[in-house]
């Protein structure tokens, strides 16, 4: 492998990782270096990647269990690898508002990759936050408040569902609409580094356990914002060959939707992961 660096590119978390030519495949200490700075950095991302399909998953099964995807399709022959396409003519971007991939299951992923196939000429950026930075800066008295809530998470809420029209419409028959909820905690402990999180998302969580909608309403919105306050974050410019790796436990992830007109096409892997606690 040569000599592997990782690079901090914010305050917040996200770095990048040099040395490393994942199509090639990685030895064990390579693997444990960037599971390492997954932990440490929460998103970590590697440029000039050429990958076929069978060396993207085998670089993912080296940090976990590849999962399909529950409302699409896989790409032919690799079920376990999405594509997500936003077409010329189309206004929605998939998942286009900040959310935790699939936290309507009850166990969401514990990471996804994505791999930068087609880019616009500007704009398709992704914006990622740290969500033990936005548990650790609530007062104690927030805190208190929200250790022992439940939340509610479900797959069909509104703002997020808009953003899967384009998609599912183009999979036509293949695509499968399901109305999942899961509950998790609000406060979430890292199964792997042992630090408090903030585990709710706009674009899943509907509301508290016990509570209806309008009751919960308040303190979710407020730390919707909360949350993705722009000192827990950062921001990825994707180039072709660029690869995200991000901790689905940890992070949030925003892409953002400023390039009509434009094809962007990416191919994902979702890691299986562990019921919150």
Same mark, same amino acid.
């Given at each position: 492998?040569?000599?592997?660096? +990782?690079?901090?590119?914010? *305050? ?6 040099? *040395? ?5 495949? %990685?030895?064990? &200490?390579?693997?444990?270096?960037? $599971? ?6 929460? /998103?970590?991302?590697? $440029? ?12 993912? #099964? ?14 032919? *022959? ?8 936003? =077409? ?5 971007n998939f998942g286009g ?40 800066? %609530? ?6 408040? %929200?250790?022992?809530?439940?939340? /509610? ?6 703002? +997020? ?16 609409? #399901?109305? %999942?909820?899961?509950?998790?905690? /609000? ?6 580094t042992g630090r408090k ?15 209806? &909608? ?13 949350? +993705?306050?722009? &000192? ?30 434009? #094809? ?6 979702? =890691?299986? *992961? &562990? $019921?919150?606690?």
């Amino acid at each position: 492998m040569g000599t592997i660096a +990782v690079k901090p590119i914010a *305050g917040a978390l996200g770095a990048e990782i040099e *040395g490393i030519d994942i199509g090639k495949g %990685l030895d064990r &200490e390579a693997f444990a270096r960037v $599971r390492q700075a997954l932990l440490d950095h929460l /998103v970590i991302f590697f $440029r000039d990647q050429v990958l076929t399909p069978e060396s993207f998953l085998a670089f993912a #099964r080296g940090f976990g269990e590849p999962a399909e995807y529950p409302m699409l399709p896989g790409i032919d *022959g690799y079920p376990m690898i999405t594509e997500i396409t936003k =077409l010329e003519h189309e206004r929605n971007n998939f998942g286009g508002i900040w959310h935790a991939d699939t936290t309507y299951l009850e166990c969401p992923p514990m990471g996804s990759m994505l791999h930068a196939q087609e880019i616009p000429p500007y704009g398709g950026d992704t914006l990622f936050a740290n969500q033990y930075l936005a548990y650790e800066a %609530l007062s104690d008295g927030m805190k208190a408040l %929200l250790d022992p809530l439940v939340g /509610v998470s479900c797959s069909t809420k509104a703002d +997020v569902s808009k953003t899967r029209e384009d998609m599912i419409q183009n999979a036509g028959d293949k695509a499968t609409f #399901r109305h %999942l909820t899961a509950e998790h905690p /609000v406060v979430r402990t890292h199964p792997e580094t042992g630090r408090k999180l903030l585990f709710v998302n706009v674009a899943h969580t509907s509301h508290f356990k016990g509570m209806t &909608e309008a009751e919960s309403a308040p303190i979710l919105q407020y730390l919707f914002q909360h949350q +993705v306050r722009p &000192e827990f974050t950062c921001r990825f410019r994707w180039q072709p060959g660029s690869l995200a790796f991000w901790d689905n436990r940890a992070a949030q992830h925003n892409p953002i939707n400023d390039y009509h007109g434009f #094809r962007r096409r990416m191919r994902r892997i979702t =890691l299986a *992961g &562990e $019921r919150p606690r």
